[in-house]
């Protein structure tokens, strides 16, 4: 939903669209979008017959349950999983030989689709690998390698590194690698791990993550237990962060150009990084200090992958207080906080006030508008009401969009395939990229645009510092997440949660819910899909969401609910966001009263944390 005080741009945005049912479309989509490959790869059957790898000889084996295991480890367009025992009641799923099983088969997507795509067989295909520093890394990068050998690549080892540097592998030279793997679970517990896919087009989708993970389910059904740890060929060791680092020092110098000190534009300045025991400490020996800032007070900058201190993630309130405790304790003109793979950050201003969120986003915007005037920025659809004017004072538009750093970017990429400038797509977890960094989530680059920012304010003679930009910037009254637990065997958990998110949505409509109606960004952007979303190209639903706003007779609209399936785990978030006083616990209670309970589907509900907070 495009939320505009212009209605030019509005109409732009309708322009030969048609009311589509959304869900008619899922089965015309293609799986694999970007490189043209598709496996032919089908199940229809609980015992098939198949070539072991183990025997060579055929077996019939029962895969339903083996399947099952591969593609439950899919989030998105990650793989996440258990890599190590330590949490009640879970069991190590994400084990070496899923992972060499997936590994292979995303090599075989990427030779395969190269092939299709240059029309002739390909040889050399390079792959690199990087990871945060995990305890169970080691372990399990070798069985990406084994994997990646199995499907005929070249193997490169980056060591520990980066989400956005895997990325970027791809495209800076000499390196310039047709792929790339990230090992980590981003801000999750030590016991976890996970992947992330890049090839030179960017990160790979939910639907080209499922069928990499379709492909795998066989490989990993009908192989032995034992991983490959005998390599033909070892990995190459490469020191890729050292040309990443030195690609941020660049495009800082550039854009600053100190008019005293070119090379080392940040003199004067302290910037306090926060790296939370994850991979970002580079940020500050490589990138900062190079500059000339003094980054005394710096907080966690050695990696451990057991996360001693706290969780490294821009939204954890511990991060964000010591931060604020060490720019407040050393007078630091700014302090930086990383997620544990730096896709993510959060900053705190020279005052001590935090920076994440809708102010993070809001922060962006400001930098942004100032550069590209006009431009729209996509956000997921929790942000709040103030937001959009905050964007709409400053002459940009907001184009509220389905909940997922994924859906974010990916409607960022098509609104600008379709002539509507779009330099931000941003969630409110943090993540956010940018049209002149490749649409790269990267919360390095995020970090470089700040500073950037706040020298050209000091070099232009204002002392107020980076916060200044959003002092404008309303807060809602009340904001509250909730959780619910569904009650499912896993495998039944997610038709579980959309049966419940659909009977929320036929609730509404049907008007048994007083003062309630399906915002125009909840209804068109699930149902039928966002309508800034052309009916040739619809959008995968990864997961079902819906967003109300809520009126009453004194207040009027005074605040939104919105409703989604977790991708990451067997829930549903409901969040709430009210203007007055009272309105979150009013508008849950009648949640919970006049929908849950009313409709029976807190049956298969566990709504413990609704009834708590009412």
């Given at each position: 939903?495009?939320?505009s005080?212009?209605?030019?741009?509005?109409a732009?945005?309708h322009r030969?669209?048609?009311?589509t049912?959304?869900?008619?479309?899922?089965g015309n989509?293609?799986?694999?979008?970007?490189?043209?490959?598709s496996?032919?790869?089908?199940?229809t059957k609980?015992v098939?017959?198949?070539?072991?790898?183990?025997t060579s000889?055929?077996d019939?084996?029962?895969?339903?349950?083996?399947?099952?295991k591969?593609r439950?480890?899919?989030?998105?367009?990650?793989?996440?999983?258990?890599?190590l025992e330590?949490?009640?009641g879970?069991t190590?799923?994400?084990?070496?030989?899923a992972?060499?099983?997936?590994?292979?088969?995303?090599?075989e997507?990427v030779v395969n689709?190269?092939?299709?795509?240059?029309?002739y067989p390909?040889?050399n295909?390079s792959?690199s690998?990087?990871?945060?520093?995990?305890?169970t890394g080691?372990?399990?990068?070798?069985a990406?390698f084994?994997g990646?050998?199995?499907?005929?690549?070249?193997i490169f080892?980056?060591?520990?590194?980066?989400?956005p540097?895997?990325?970027m592998?791809t495209?800076l030279?000499?390196?310039?690698?047709d792929a790339?793997i990230?090992?980590?679970?981003s801000?999750l517990?030590?016991t976890?791990?996970?992947?992330?896919?890049?090839?030179?087009?960017?990160?790979?989708t939910s639907l080209?993550?499922?069928?990499?993970c379709?492909?795998a389910a066989?490989?990993?059904a009908?192989?032995m237990?034992?991983?490959?740890t005998?390599?033909?060929v070892?990995p190459?060791?490469v020191?890729?962060?050292s040309?990443?680092?030195k690609?941020l020092r660049?495009?800082?110098?550039?854009r600053?150009?100190?008019?005293?000190?070119?090379?080392t534009p940040l003199?004067?300045?302290?910037?306090?990084?926060n790296?939370g025991?994850?991979?970002g400490g580079?940020?500050?020996?490589?990138v900062?200090?190079?500059?000339g800032?003094d980054t005394?007070?710096?907080?966690?900058?050695n990696?451990d992958?057991m996360?001693p201190?706290?969780?490294p993630n821009p939204?954890?309130?511990i991060?964000?207080?010591?931060?604020?405790a060490?720019?407040?304790?050393n007078?630091a003109d700014?302090g930086?906080?990383?997620?544990?793979?730096?896709?993510?950050?959060?900053v705190?201003d020279?005052?001590g006030?935090?920076i994440?969120g809708?102010?993070?986003?809001a922060?962006?915007s400001?930098i942004?508008?100032?550069?590209?005037p006009?431009?729209?920025?996509?956000?997921?659809?929790?942000?709040?009401?103030?937001l959009?004017k905050?964007?709409t004072?400053?002459?940009?538009?907001?184009c509220?969009?389905?909940?997922?750093?994924?859906?974010v970017i990916?409607?960022?990429?098509?609104l600008?395939?379709d002539?509507?400038e779009?330099?931000?797509?941003?969630?409110?977890?943090?993540?956010?990229?940018?049209?002149?960094?490749h649409f790269?989530d990267d919360g390095?680059?995020?970090v470089?645009?700040?500073?950037i920012?706040?020298?050209?304010?000091?070099?232009?003679g204002?002392d107020?510092?980076?916060?200044?930009?959003?002092k404008?910037?309303?807060?809602p009254y009340?904001?509250?997440?909730?959780?619910?637990n569904?009650v499912?065997e896993?495998?039944?958990a997610?038709?579980k949660?959309?049966?419940?998110?659909?009977?929320?949505?036929?609730y509404?409509?049907?008007?048994?819910l007083?003062?309630w109606?399906?915002?125009?960004c909840g209804?068109?952007?699930?149902s039928?899909g966002?309508?800034v979303?052309?009916?040739d190209t619809?959008?995968?639903i990864?997961?079902?969401?819906y967003?109300?706003?809520?009126?009453?007779?004194?207040?009027g609209?005074?605040?939104?609910v919105?409703v989604?399936q977790s991708?990451?785990?067997p829930n549903?978030?409901?969040?709430l966001?009210?203007s007055?006083?009272?309105?979150?616990l009013?508008?849950a209670?009648?949640?919970?009263?006049?929908?849950l309970?009313?409709?029976?589907?807190?049956?298969f509900l566990?709504?413990?944390?609704?009834?708590?907070f009412?």
């Amino acid at each position: 939903m495009a939320a505009s005080t212009s209605s030019n741009f509005s109409a732009s945005f309708h322009r030969n669209t048609k009311k589509t049912n959304y869900h008619s479309l899922l089965g015309n989509i293609p799986l694999h979008t970007k490189l043209g490959f598709s496996s032919s790869v089908k199940f229809t059957k609980s015992v098939i017959s198949v070539k072991s790898y183990g025997t060579s000889k055929y077996d019939e084996v029962v895969v339903d349950e083996e399947l099952d295991k591969i593609r439950r480890l899919q989030n998105g367009s990650d793989v996440r999983g258990i890599a190590l025992e330590g949490e009640k009641g879970r069991t190590v799923d994400l084990t070496p030989p899923a992972v060499e099983a997936i590994s292979e088969s995303f090599g075989e997507w990427v030779v395969n689709g190269l092939e299709k795509q240059k029309g002739y067989p390909v040889e050399n295909v390079s792959v690199s690998l990087g990871r945060d520093p995990r305890i169970t890394g080691s372990k399990l990068s070798v069985a990406v390698f084994a994997g990646l050998a199995r499907a005929g690549c070249m193997i490169f080892d980056m060591g520990l590194a980066t989400t956005p540097a895997c990325f970027m592998s791809t495209l800076l030279p000499p390196f310039v690698y047709d792929a790339s793997i990230m090992m980590t679970a981003s801000h999750l517990p030590y016991t976890r791990n996970g992947l992330k896919f890049f090839t030179k087009r960017g990160g790979l989708t939910s639907l080209e993550v499922e069928e990499v993970c379709d492909i795998a389910a066989r490989k990993y059904a009908n192989r032995m237990a034992k991983v490959s740890t005998l390599l033909k060929v070892l990995p190459t060791r490469v020191d890729f962060m050292s040309a990443y680092s030195k690609h941020l020092r660049e495009i800082i110098k550039e854009r600053i150009s100190h008019p005293l000190h070119y090379e080392t534009p940040l003199e004067g300045f302290q910037i306090i990084v926060n790296a939370g025991n994850g991979s970002g400490g580079f940020f500050t020996w490589d990138v900062l200090d190079k500059l000339g800032a003094d980054t005394f007070g710096s907080l966690h900058l050695n990696p451990d992958g057991m996360f001693p201190n706290h969780i490294p993630n821009p939204e954890d309130k511990i991060a964000m207080a010591m931060t604020r405790a060490a720019v407040l304790e050393n007078s630091a003109d700014l302090g930086i906080v990383f997620d544990t793979d730096v896709d993510r950050s959060g900053v705190v201003d020279n005052k001590g006030n935090s920076i994440n969120g809708d102010k993070l986003i809001a922060l962006m915007s400001a930098i942004v508008l100032k550069e590209n005037p006009g431009s729209t920025i996509v956000t997921d659809a929790r942000t709040s009401m103030s937001l959009t004017k905050f964007i709409t004072d400053r002459g940009g538009h907001h184009c509220l969009y389905r909940v997922g750093y994924r859906n974010v970017i990916d409607k960022g990429v098509q609104l600008n395939k379709d002539g509507i400038e779009t330099h931000l797509m941003m969630e409110t977890s943090g993540h956010g990229a940018l049209k002149e960094n490749h649409f790269l989530d990267d919360g390095a680059y995020m970090v470089v645009k700040i500073i950037i920012e706040m020298v050209r304010m000091k070099l232009g003679g204002s002392d107020e510092g980076i916060g200044s930009l959003i002092k404008d910037l309303e807060e809602p009254y009340e904001s509250v997440e909730l959780r619910i637990n569904i009650v499912s065997e896993p495998r039944y958990a997610k038709a579980k949660g959309s049966e419940a998110i659909e009977t929320f949505r036929n609730y509404i409509e049907e008007g048994k819910l007083k003062g309630w109606e399906l915002d125009s960004c909840g209804d068109c952007w699930v149902s039928e899909g966002c309508l800034v979303d052309t009916n040739d190209t619809p959008t995968h639903i990864d997961a079902q969401m819906y967003r109300a706003k809520v009126s009453n007779d004194e207040h009027g609209q005074h605040g939104w609910v919105h409703v989604r399936q977790s991708i990451h785990n067997p829930n549903i978030a409901v969040n709430l966001q009210s203007s007055v006083q009272g309105g979150c616990l009013s508008m849950a209670r009648d949640f919970r009263d006049d929908f849950l309970k009313a409709s029976g589907v807190d049956a298969f509900l566990d709504i413990a944390q609704i009834d708590k907070f009412v």
